[in-house]
């Protein structure tokens, strides 16, 4: 540590390893960008050139430079496992972006490793530091919701063909592991299991109606939950915005979350109290709707990535622990396994079922065949 402030490298600096770059440069709050790595040698040396900090085309030669108290990893999703284990084994805190692993065997591998190394770990799940977000945990810990009875998830978040032919890796088994519910959709599936909690079983359909891709670019489940509650998911590259929402309806109260604004209700008495007391025919429980009073507090990437440091420099409490980005990827994986059966799957899933049938998708994918116009280019709506 230098100065109470934590070194940090990032590898990978295509579009969002760039983009943590420019936030790090920005926002140097207890953190600092001390190096960067690339496998592409040109990249690489043109960014740690831009923000005048050593470059690597090895993550093994960064780790053993001993530049880095941590290590941000914004690679494509197949290398975040074995990268994170090796900076683990190297004595490091690691940051890993969305998703954390392609399939829940490897993310297992990467928790196991982290707890073995005493080190921090953390993911990129910036929705959690949204004001709207705080408080619907804060509702849902106070019992406000009561048990919850029925989730809904519905996220349009539209790609065209132009963003899937931008690099070979994007959209194939071998390169990404999976479409909208590995790349575009894991941040709102954090807050939906987040907030709803993860269900028992999952009858699940992945299909691709739109693009030219190897992998789905739309997705909906039927959702069980180990209480009875049900639930809905749909997500989707193929239907524009506006329209996202996450619905939870609990036996006191409902939360709606939809296109950034937070709403909750109040059932004023509780849903099963209502019907066993009410004595009038037509009786309802009266839904009362609450003003919220939002945190005053900063969100966004650099507030993960500061929260991360003064957990290493001071204990304190991730707001992402890396170990909680498993679940939405074991919804993901669900989901897929589901649909390629042809029936509901528990979660748990099976391991060993989801890695073989990953196994086979990788193997009859085009990746490095694809004919593309490589763009390393930040989402515009990533604030830095």
Known sequence: MSEKKVRIAIVGVGGMGSAHCEILAKRPEEVELEA?????????????????????TRHEDLFASGLADAVLIATPHYFHPTIAIDAFKAGLHVLSEKPIAVSVDMAERMIKAA????????VMFQMRTLPAIR????????GELGEIKRTLLVSPDFRSQAYYDSGDWRATWAGEGGGVTMNQAPHIMDVFTLLGGMPSKVTGTARTILHDIEVEDEAEALLEYPNGAVGYFYVSTCEPGPGQLVEIFGDKGKLRYQDGEMSFYRYGPGVSEFSRTNTQMWGGPKAEKVELQLPQCESGHGTVTRNFARAILYGEPLLAPGAEGIRSLELANAILLSSRKGKPVSIPINRRAFANLLKQLRATSKYMKKVVEVKRETDPRIAT
Do not use: N, Q, T
């Open 115 to 122: 707890k073995k190394s005493g080190k921090v770990f953390g």
């Open 36 to 56: 960067v790595c690339d496998i592409d040698p040109k990249r690489a040396e043109e960014v740690g050139k831009k923000y005048g900090v050593p470059h690597f």
């Open 135 to 142: 408080k619907a945990r804060e509702l849902i810990d106070a």
